[in-house]
């Protein structure tokens, strides 16, 4: 982590050009909170999912943080600190940590991720998460935005997690663990803030169900905004 | 209509008067300044400061940084064969720099800072003196950060030495330039970030159903394939529109109309010169014929049309001769179709011409994207073998031309000196199948029943039979990463770039291959491009040349100028990594 902040460092006092000072390989923070939600179910669940980076044309700091607040319970969240690297020209890979909070408990992942954009305009991310006990996890999201209009947009999304073993401290069984599928209409008012309406499916397989047999679906309705 | 023109009408109602005292809040230390009208100065000797300057072009006051207090800056006429000295003072808190651009002068007064000088300070005047020996239509801006976009540009008459072969009773420059309320640092972080943040006509679902109504599911569906595998946009037209930008002619926008006065019979010159940031204007005057008679300074066999594309930085003169004493309307739309630069060619002052309306958008094509329409068959059949007779027929109109273009290179091989290229993350992808399409008006105007100039029609006044037959070629490949709003060249940004060495005396042809799905403005410094047009007899002499997207095109450089020049895509944003030194050795 040192090495990369004293390369971004680098980077960016060697980037900076005369003649056309503005431009070229800027440094720049990007927050985006893509959901930032109420969840109309039982729990009356806050969702919140994030991304921030900090960095270069090809190298990056990202945070990721997801997580849920249902009502009178405490939060759990996932969030990753990542070191980021474009090596292709629509992929970056990332190697970094992860922190995973449940309601009773917490636990640490290493992670690697590929996060780009697929063909056909989906914005993929795949993370490999292992930890000290060789438990292997591995968590996609994909997502996709249909132009209804200009500032009418659908996008749905797809998300798994699966694991190698059991995890019962964390909640999680081994195999196919959860599917969460999405679909949310957003309208941005500016590109920068939308409110969107939307509907969820969520459902725990295999171990992970009987631990928490999670299978419902339920409305959306939120914030989109960035920075 | 198309909803953003009213914006741009809403923008233009609190047109940009000319404010007459500072507002309270903004005292005498601050040194900014008042908003002047553009005037032209003449003679040999100039004084120009780069001010803090108020201006009002939107409804909302802001601070440009304007040449003696005007935007556009002051309009300079100087007289082919004599001696012009420049007094340029930087009244900024940043250091800064004025450019001539076209103009051929030796390397240390081209004003490129890093390059040809060390920038001026703030609160400095550097003095530029040089010969003129050229004649003709240029302009000249800052070549520091982004100060053009924020008002640093204004125009240059050379009047020639000999009598002007084209004859005319009036002349008028007409500036187009397109200025932001927003910063353009945050215009650039925002392309950074989101690098279609500013376009507002992408593709819709609702699009892909007229187009399965059009050409049934199958087809539709192939036809979005090709480009939806690639993650290419065909909407992709420009890459700051006017969402934010207001389209100014001399300085005013469309509601305040920049005025040009006539008297009936009068054969009238406009000097076009697209002094914008970023953005290409498709220039027509409705009921009136333009003959082309000059670009980028030098004179061309006349050709009449109705309409014709700029790009950043190329000049066009044009002579028009109104036979009605009416009023006709200037209009430059852009090439995105997002909104207009309007000026009023009138007889009387108080009669308006009618606003024409925005043509509707087109969009890019496979040939844009450097596929031809046989490498679409192909892609589309998966063999090479069986490439229908048809389509290859198809091909042949712009295949003779082709042949056309490079005649002698068929008679002589040129050889081609290879440059260092790469292939990172930073682009995206290299044109299959990149065509020579002078006679492509490009995006927007094809087929438009309209007689629109294209570089095919473009033939230098005075002949190039004697010219030097090309002793080498380069060939420059325009790189670079839409989605992540990174440019190139052969695949290396300046700041990883060794510089092109140039051989002093050498006669050079230059091939570039736009990789990439936007057009390009590349200005070489010091030095003419003499473009190959058709005919090795007519070269034309230009400044700047655009390469249309996944598009072949060529020109001649005859090396006679010593020294370091700067040599980079003219779209302000692309030009910090789509850049290269020259050094001429």
Not at chain 2, 450 to 468: F, G, I, Q
Request: charged share 25%; aromatic share 10%; net charge negative.
């Amino acid at each position: 982590m040192r090495y990369t902040l004293k390369t971004l460092l680098i980077t960016s006092l060697l980037c900076t050009s005369v003649f056309a000072g503005g431009g070229g390989d800027i440094l720049r923070v990007n927050i985006l909170f893509d959901n930032l939600e109420y969840q109309v179910n039982d729990e009356k669940v806050v969702n919140w999912d994030m991304s921030a980076y900090l960095g270069y044309d090809r190298d990056k700091l990202y945070i990721y943080s997801e997580g849920e607040k249902p009502d009178g319970v405490s939060a759990s969240s996932e969030t990753q600190l990542v070191y980021s690297r474009a090596i292709a020209p629509f992929w970056d890979v990332q190697i970094g940590l992860d922190y995973d909070k449940s309601e009773t408990s917490s636990k640490t992942w290493g992670v690697l991720a590929i996060s780009g954009l697929s063909p056909y305009f989906f914005e993929s991310r795949a993370v490999l998460l292992v930890d000290d006990k060789s438990n292997v996890g591995l968590r996609v999201d994909l997502e996709y935005e249909a132009l209804i209009t200009q500032k009418l947009i659908f996008t749905p999304s797809f998300a798994l997690d699966a694991y190698t073993k059991d995890d019962l401290t964390q909640g999680i069984g081994s195999g196919l663990s959860n599917i969460t599928l999405g679909g949310r209409l957003r309208y941005e008012i500016r590109r920068e803030f939308a409110s969107y309406i939307g509907v969820e499916w969520n459902k725990n397989f295999g171990t992970t169900y009987k631990i928490s047999p999670q299978d419902s679906s339920y409305l959306v309705g939120g914030i989109r905004f960035w920075y | 209509m198309v909803p953003l023109s009213r914006r741009t009408f809403v923008k233009g109602i609190v047109a940009s008067a000319m404010l007459t005292t500072l507002p309270s809040h903004l005292n005498a230390s601050t040194k900014i300044t008042l908003r002047k009208k553009t005037q032209e100065l003449s003679g040999s000797e100039f004084h120009l400061s780069i001010n803090k300057t108020l201006v009002n072009v939107t409804g909302n006051e802001r601070v440009a940084t304007a040449v003696n207090s005007m935007l556009a800056g002051p309009t300079l006429r100087w007289r082919e064969g004599e001696r012009v000295t420049l007094h340029v003072t930087n009244n900024l808190d940043v250091s800064s720099s004025i450019h001539w651009h076209g103009i051929i002068l030796p390397t240390d007064m081209d004003g490129v800072p890093s390059i040809s000088f060390d920038g001026i300070p703030a609160g400095e005047t550097f003095i530029y003196t040089f010969d003129v020996v050229q004649s003709g239509t240029y302009w000249y801006h800052s070549h520091s950060g982004f100060q053009e976009q924020t008002g640093v540009y204004g125009s240059i008459i050379i009047d020639a030495k000999e009598k002007d072969p084209y004859e005319y009773d009036r002349e008028y420059v007409i500036a187009l330039s397109d200025y932001s309320d927003e910063k353009p640092s945050t215009i650039y972080r925002k392309l950074k970030i989101s690098a279609d943040y500013y376009n507002f006509n992408q593709r819709t679902v609702g699009d892909f159903f007229s187009e399965i109504g059009e050409y049934g599911f199958l087809e539709a569906f192939k036809k979005r394939s090709i480009w939806n595998s690639m993650r290419m946009s065909d909407r992709d037209i420009s890459d700051v529109t006017a969402y934010t930008y207001t389209f100014l002619m001399n300085g005013q926008n469309p509601a305040s109309r920049f005025e040009a006065l006539f008297k009936k019979g009068e054969k009238i010159r406009l000097r076009i010169i697209n002094s914008s940031a970023m953005t290409f204007f498709d220039i027509r005057i409705p009921n009136l014929k333009m003959t082309v008679v000059a670009t980028d300074g030098n004179n061309i066999q006349p050709v009449e049309v109705d309409e014709f594309r700029i790009g950043v930085a190329e000049t066009y003169d044009v002579i028009v001769e109104p036979e009605n004493e009416t009023a006709y309307a200037i209009f430059a739309q852009s090439i995105d179709r997002s909104g207009y630069a309007l000026g009023n060619l009138t007889s009387d002052a108080s009669v308006l011409a009618d606003i024409p309306q925005l043509d509707l958008r087109q969009q890019l094509t496979m040939t844009d994207m450097g596929m031809s329409m046989d490498m679409k068959e192909m892609s589309k059949m998966d063999s090479t073998k069986e490439i229908s007779s048809m389509e290859s027929k198809k091909e042949m109109p712009s295949m003779k031309k082709m042949d056309k273009n490079p005649k002698m290179s068929m008679k002589k091989k040129i050889p081609i000196t290879p440059l260092e290229e790469a292939n990172g993350f930073d682009n995206t992808m290299r044109a299959m199948n990149p065509q020579y399409r002078l006679d492509d008006p490009g995006v927007g105007l094809r087929d438009n029943g309209r007689r629109v100039l294209t570089y095919a029609d473009l033939r230098s006044l005075v002949s190039t039979k004697n010219e030097r037959k090309p002793d080498r070629e380069i060939i420059l490949h325009l790189t670079g990463n839409m989605d992540r709003y990174i440019w190139s060249i052969n695949g290396i940004k300046y700041s990883d770039a060794k510089p092109l060495e140039f051989k002093y005396g050498e006669r050079l042809r230059i091939t570039y291959i736009n990789d990439t799905m936007m057009n390009h403005p590349m200005h070489l410094h010091g030095m003419w491009s003499d473009l190959e047009t058709g005919d090795d007899n007519f070269l034309v002499k230009k400044h700047t040349i655009v390469v249309q997207p996944g598009a072949k095109i060529s020109f001649r450089v005859t090396v006679d100028a010593k020294g370091s020049w700067a040599y980079h895509c003219h779209l302000l944003y692309h030009m910090t990594d789509m850049f290269r030194k020259v050094v001429v050795v």
